[in-house]
């Protein structure tokens, strides 16, 4: 018995030793939405005139949260929304939609939103929107962070009475995503990033929607994962993409609903199954002591 207690704490102070104190989780996405416009078939942009009506609005979220404590702000209209930051990440530019690199050891939620442009041609400039979102989210220890980016508009417009149209939509976009977890043990941590783009068309008459466009490069693909036990990094990095889409013919007289949605996501979970690497010693420290205590006794 005896020696069982010297082997057990021998063993439990060399874990204690060996075991790291914190283990790292990082979670990563992007989404930038460049030149969106509604052009005719032959790719000129629809303008102003074309339309009898022609209005909606927007508005634009980012949030991020650290072990309870968080920073949303849901601001309307185009433009920027500060970025909302939760804990120690370094001081990053406002607008900055391109992957960095985890600061190691740093524990933080964070995300980002920009919009400018307009869908169609306007005395204000020609047609061109941009839409970018961005979410980070890590631990360097036990715990939970988030980050949250996007945005949503509606806009309802009419053609001018009598004048049926075929509508295209067409944007480039960049997209990435990362998801990251060390291979230590001494935490169980799990790291998961996606991203979401939809476009939809409905007919105002009839509730009947007309077109919905939802490419898989920019929803499904986008989502990556790792978990404690897979350790390593997974990410979705495709580069800039062109898309295209034909909405169809839409009828002159007719009242449309447009409406866009965006989204960019990171999560990231710590916890801690087993002591800390000083619970540990003094376990150990305490077998030892028995062990001692017990040979007394023997003499």
Do not use: C, K
Not at 35 to 63: H, I, Q
């Amino acid at each position: 018995m005896l020696n069982a207690l010297v082997g057990a704490a021998i063993a439990l102070t060399a874990i204690a030793t060996a075991a790291p104190a914190r283990a790292e989780a990082f979670a990563q996405s992007i989404l930038v939405i460049d030149n969106l416009r509604l052009t005719r078939a032959n790719g000129t942009p629809f303008r102003g005139v074309d339309f009898a009506a022609f209005s909606g609005g927007s508005a634009g979220y980012a949030g991020s949260g650290l072990n309870g404590q968080f920073a949303n702000l849901l601001q309307a209209g185009s433009g920027d929304v500060p970025q909302q930051v939760v804990g120690a990440l370094p001081p990053r530019p406002e607008n900055s939609f391109l992957p960095f690199a985890h600061p190691a050891g740093a524990s933080y939620g964070a995300a980002d939103q920009f919009m400018t442009g307009e869908l169609i041609t306007t005395a204000a400039g020609a047609a061109g929107a941009t839409l970018s979102s961005r979410a980070d989210a890590a631990l360097g220890a036990a715990g939970a962070a988030t980050g949250n980016a996007g945005m949503a508009s509606a806009t309802t417009f009419l053609f001018e009475l009598g004048a049926d149209e075929l509508m295209t939509i067409s944007f480039d976009a960049f997209a990435f995503s990362a998801a990251s977890v060390d291979g230590a043990q001494s935490q169980q941590n799990s790291a998961s990033a996606q991203l979401a783009w939809t476009i939809s068309v409905l007919d105002v008459t009839n509730g009947a929607v007309v077109f919905t466009f939802q490419p898989e490069e920019l929803n499904a693909m986008s989502h990556v994962g790792r978990a404690t036990g897979l350790a390593g990094t997974s990410s979705y990095d495709p580069g800039w993409m062109a898309f295209s889409a034909t909405v169809g013919a839409l009828s002159g007289g007719t009242a449309y609903h447009l409406s866009i949605s965006q989204s960019a996501a990171a999560s990231v979970l710590g916890a801690q199954p087993m002591p800390e690497p000083g619970t540990l010693s003094a376990i150990g420290a305490g077998l030892l002591a028995m062990a001692a205590l017990g040979r007394r006794r023997r003499r």
